[in-house]
């Protein structure tokens, strides 16, 4: 049996409508929950990063960084709080979208409050239960090659085991979860490096080239890591 009107539910509220996000915080708080706001983009990270929180409402075009990217950010740093979507994009090809990135609900707006509570109940239950979504944990590709996202540890092509840095995994899982698909530069530096230091792209090539090393038999004709010229770069298992 698990208590959802609990004051130890701890739900996140990212929503740049401050009218709409105070109303939703007064709603929240009567079910018992405590209930954090963010505004924008970075807060709504850095809430993610430093909080203990059972489900999140996150509103898709924010100030800054918007909310696909903060589920797609937060998901690479293997954080699976359940986020429920709530957004005026409401399209078939937007909640597709928003659901590939990691989310695990989606509801567009206008809504009807009661639903919008109705999904978080589910949600938080899910999480409580420990029965939200799959997890990209490993992978497995080539003959011998193998990730561990959550030890950051890898298996090369010669059958070695080693470790990574944790920017090397969350660049291995962002490629790994558009597998077959190109990932463009502006992409990754905003999602695996964030949204104060941008490196340059020189850097993303070194990443690849550290890669090819690691898993490609012969780097010069690789089999796994692409460059894409102009682009980005694909990684094809």
């Given at each position: 049996m698990f208590d959802q009107s609990s004051p130890s539910v701890r739900l996140l509220l990212v929503e740049d409508d401050s009218a709409l996000r105070r109303m939703?915080?007064?709603?929240?708080?009567?079910?018992?929950?405590?209930?954090?706001?963010?505004?924008?983009?970075?807060?709504?990270?850095?809430?993610?990063?430093?909080?203990r929180l059972d489900a999140a409402i996150l509103d898709?075009?924010?100030?800054?960084?918007?909310?696909?990217?903060?589920?797609?950010?937060?998901r690479l740093e293997g954080n699976n709080t359940p986020v429920l979507f709530l957004t005026a994009k409401n399209t078939g090809e937007d909640r597709v979208e928003g659901l590939r990135l990691g989310a695990d609900d989606y509801l567009g707006k206008p809504f009807h409050l009661e639903e919008l509570l109705l999904r978080l109940k589910k949600l938080i239950r899910m999480n409580q239960q420990g029965q939200?979504?799959?997890?990209?944990?490993?992978?497995s590709f080539g003959t011998k090659c193998s990730v561990d996202f959550a030890a950051y540890q890898i298996v090369t092509h010669e059958g070695k085991a080693q470790g990574i840095s944790k920017r090397e995994?969350?660049?291995?899982?962002?490629?790994?979860?558009?597998?077959?698909?190109?990932?463009?530069?502006?992409?990754?530096?905003?999602?695996?490096?964030?949204?104060?230091?941008?490196?340059s792209t020189r850097t993303i090539d070194n990443y690849i080239l550290a890669f090819r090393k690691y898993f490609e038999p012969d780097p010069k004709k690789p089999r796994h890591f692409f460059s894409v010229r102009g682009v980005g770069y694909r990684f094809d298992q």
């Open positions: 939703l915080k007064i709603n929240l708080e009567q079910e018992g929950w405590h209930v954090t706001e963010a505004a924008d983009g970075p807060a709504a990270l850095q809430a993610f990063r430093s909080q898709v075009m924010l100030p800054e960084v918007d909310g696909l990217s903060i589920c797609r950010t937060i939200t979504g799959v997890e990209l944990n490993e992978l995994s969350m660049l291995l899982k962002l490629l790994a979860s558009k597998a077959g698909e190109v990932v463009s530069r502006e992409e990754i530096l905003e999602v695996v490096w964030g949204y104060d230091v941008f490196p």
